[in-house]
């Protein structure tokens, strides 16, 4: 398809486990986001791609979140020894960086539920 | 840093109506861009307006105005013939222009729609 496709939809995972979640950009988006929403709550920042340059991490909440971007494309979000806080939706957003006025475009999102 | 608030966690308005959600911003840099995004209960995030900061009018989108007052640093969204199917979250975001900064996000209003 033509949009944001984020994999899983669902996760359920066992406190203490590692989970790795997928987002695969729009073709041709240099900037790819993540964001963590809580039930009923705003977007919370994690991290920031933008083509070749280091990413922003400045909102990942600890050092079990970790982030990368292969080849400039697909993004994979690692939570390492999950906690029952890393519950929440984590969405996952691209958009032409080059251009400011250019709105980021939103995937269905993935929804981890630690138990 | 740029900051956003939106300082109205719920709006109710009845069907028809105009509605105006507010969001205030902080930022030094001079050049950014403001945008509005609506979360029904499905959860997707849906695009709905820009407003750049050097824009010197108002941003429309059919039913949807951005009340733009840059000295007061708001960006209010307008709604008006307000439908039922306008109820949701909406959030307001900035990205200023200055290097590689994310989309920044509020935490959002809930609006319901009463018939």
């Known amino acids: 398809g033509a949009g944001v496709s984020q994999s899983p939809s669902n996760k359920v995972t066992e406190k203490g486990k590692d989970v790795e979640l997928r987002c695969d950009p729009i073709?041709?988006?240099?900037?790819l986001y993540w964001y963590r929403q809580s039930l009923g709550q705003g977007l919370e920042f994690l991290i920031y791609f933008q083509g070749n340059s280091a990413p922003d991490k400045s909102g990942l909440p600890s050092d079990r979140f970790s982030a990368e971007r292969t080849g400039g494309s697909v993004s994979t979000l690692t939570i390492q020894r999950t906690q029952q806080e890393d519950s929440a939706v984590y969405l996952c957003?691209?958009?032409?960086?080059?251009?400011?006025?250019?709105?980021?475009?939103f995937g269905q999102g993935t929804r981890l539920t630690v138990v | 840093a740029q900051k956003i608030t939106q300082t109205q966690p719920g709006m109710f308005v009845q069907e028809k109506e105009a509605v105006t959600l507010d969001c205030t911003y902080d930022?030094?840099?001079?050049?950014?861009?403001l945008f509005w995004y609506k979360q029904p209960s499905s959860g997707e995030m849906i695009f709905l307006i820009y407003?750049?900061?050097?824009?010197?009018q108002n941003a429309t989108e059919g039913r949807y105005s951005l009340n733009f007052q840059k000295a007061r640093k708001s960006a209010n969204l307008v709604i008006s013939a307000s439908q039922l199917g306008d109820s949701a979250m909406y959030f307001c975001?900035?990205?200023?222009?200055?290097?590689?900064?994310?989309?920044?996000f509020g935490k959002g209003t809930r609006l319901s729609v009463i018939a």
């Open positions: 073709s041709g988006h240099t900037a």
């Open positions: 975001a900035m990205r200023v222009n200055s290097g590689n900064t994310p989309l920044v």
């Open positions: 930022t030094s840099d001079p050049s950014y861009g």
């Open positions: 957003a691209s958009s032409l960086q080059d251009f400011m006025n250019t709105e980021a475009f």
């Open positions: 407003q750049g900061s050097y824009d010197q």
